[in-house]
């Protein structure tokens, strides 16, 4: 069982940066990714890669903003949110699988708690 705990929400204005992160517990897992949800909005898949490999996918909407990166040796997946816009805001997921990778909500088995992330114009 994989346990993922996040941290590094927050509130930041139009244009500003934000890093989440997000510690998976001991457990295997394949890829990793970042979901986002706003307000009555279906949760979408923001960036994603497989753990040991240097794969990644990204939204269309956050290419060139957004970095997805790990630290395998502390088992810490990051995701830095740059030049970040109102319409970025949302809650944030990390998840993780086994066996299964891309930026679908159904590639993946374990999820985090969420992170609040709120931007301003």
């Known amino acids: 069982q994989v346990q993922l705990v996040e941290s590094g929400g927050g509130s930041v204005q139009a244009g500003g940066s934000l890093r989440l992160s997000c510690v998976a517990s001991?457990?295997?897992?394949?890829?990793m990714a970042w979901f986002r949800q706003a307000p009555d909005k279906e949760r979408e898949g923001v960036a994603a890669?497989?753990?040991?490999?240097?794969?990644?996918s990204y939204a269309d909407s956050v290419k060139g903003r957004f970095t997805i990166s790990r630290d395998n040796a502390v088992k810490t997946l990051y995701l830095q949110m740059n030049s970040l816009k109102p319409e970025d805001a949302g809650m944030y997921y990390c998840?993780?699988?086994?066996?299964?990778?891309?930026?679908?909500?159904?590639?993946?088995?374990?999820w985090g708690q969420g992170n609040q992330v709120t931007v301003s114009s």
């Open positions: 998840a993780a699988d086994a066996s299964q990778y891309g930026l679908g909500t159904g590639a993946y088995k374990y």
């Open positions: 001991a457990g295997y897992t394949y890829s």
């Open positions: 890669m497989i753990v040991r490999e240097t794969r990644t």
